[in-house]
Each structure stands twice: as structure tokens, then as C-alpha cells.
């Protein structure tokens, strides 16, 4: 049994990891990013403020985030902020498409050194793929800081109100914006 065993080693699987992201309405970016291959689960919530238990009604300081866990065997942190940048507008700071204001603004939140690093080389490398200076980036990288999770109505919106969700999507011209920004890249 044994040499059984040994002739078939097991692989070692990679812990998740987990990613905060700020990209606007945290209903479309969920529903961007948990169709990812590896995307274990995302869900919406707040993230950045210095409000404890923040909500719906009172997140003031705080964006719009998704927690985002995912398999590294299967989608690495750097193909997975790839995919946050293909579904945000890198040009907006005062919020994404119709949502304005500090709660919608684009931010990747990191959790270490590693992450810091890929999410830097990550805006330079959408500098260059879009040929713009990286000051012209809008794209905040911070220290990440305590995820709030969001009511239960808002997980899994896309999913559960497909209806409201495609009105607000198409409503808030934001596919229409990420095609003018990011054409054949998307």
C-alpha cells in the first residue's frame, strides 16, 4: 500500500488568498468577478473608512468593496487584478460610471508586501497596454483594512434580481464605458 501511495504523490494544494477591491457599485464588480475560473467566492461589503459596522445607510469613509477568495493553483492574484482593471474605468477617481462619490472610487486594498508589489506592476503594465502615463492611472493601491460584509440583499444581487441588476447595469453606461476604455482587451 505503500508503494502504491508513493507512486502517486499528492499535490499540495495552495491556501486561498483573498483580495479587497474597490471598483464602483459592488453589485457589478461581485458579479464580474466571481464568474473568474478560481474565484472561490466574492462577496460585497465595505472596506477603507473608520466607521465600525458600517451599512447600506451609513458607510461614510468607506468604499464599496468585494472580498474575493480565491485559488492561486487556478487563477493567480495577478490575472485576478488584470480582471478588476478590464472592469473599471482607471480614468474615474470621483466614483465609476453613474456612481459618484468617495464609496465608488477604484482602489485595490492589499494584505502584504506580495500583493503591494503585484498590484504596482499591475498599474504599470496598464500603463503601458493602454499607452498612458501611469499619473493619468486613478487607481488608489492601500494598505488594506478591516472588510465589512454588506447585508444579506446584496450578496449575490446580479444573481437574484436579474432584472434590476441589467437595468442599473445598462442604465449606468457602464459596459458601454468599459468598451470605450478597454475595447479588445475585454
Not at 31 to 41: A, N, R, Y
Not at 91 to 116: A, H, L, V
Request: net charge negative; with cysteine.
Amino acid at each position: 500500500l505503500l508503494q502504491l501511495l508513493l507512486a502517486f504523490p499528492v499535490k499540495a494544494f495552495a491556501e486561498s488568498e483573498e483580495a479587497i477591491l474597490a471598483g464602483g457599485c459592488f453589485w457589478c464588480l461581485e458579479h464580474d468577478l466571481e464568474k473568474l475560473d478560481g474565484v472561490v467566492s466574492a462577496e460585497s461589503g465595505y472596506s477603507g473608512g473608520g466607521i465600525l459596522n458600517p451599512n447600506y445607510e451609513n458607510h461614510i469613509g468607506h468604499q464599496e468593496v468585494v472580498k474575493v477568495v480565491f485559488d492561486s493553483d487556478i487563477i493567480s492574484y495577478k490575472d485576478l487584478i488584470y480582471n478588476f482593471w478590464i472592469n473599471i474605468d482607471p480614468f474615474d477617481n470621483n466614483g465609476q460610471f453613474c456612481d459618484r462619490g468617495n464609496s465608488y472610487k477604484p482602489i485595490i486594498f492589499t494584505s502584504n508586501e506580495e500583493q503591494k508589489l503585484e498590484a504596482k506592476q499591475s498599474q504599470e503594465n496598464i500603463s503601458r497596454l493602454l499607452n498612458v502615463p501611469i499619473d493619468q492611472l486613478m487607481v488608489e493601491i492601500l494598505n488594506a483594512k478591516t472588510f465589512w460584509i454588506a447585508e444579506k440583499y446584496h450578496q449575490d444581487f446580479a444573481l437574484k434580481n436579474p432584472l434590476k441588476y441589467n437595468f442599473y447595469r445598462a442604465s449606468c453606461g457602464r459596459d458601454n464605458r468599459l468598451k470605450k476604455v478597454w475595447g479588445e482587451y475585454k
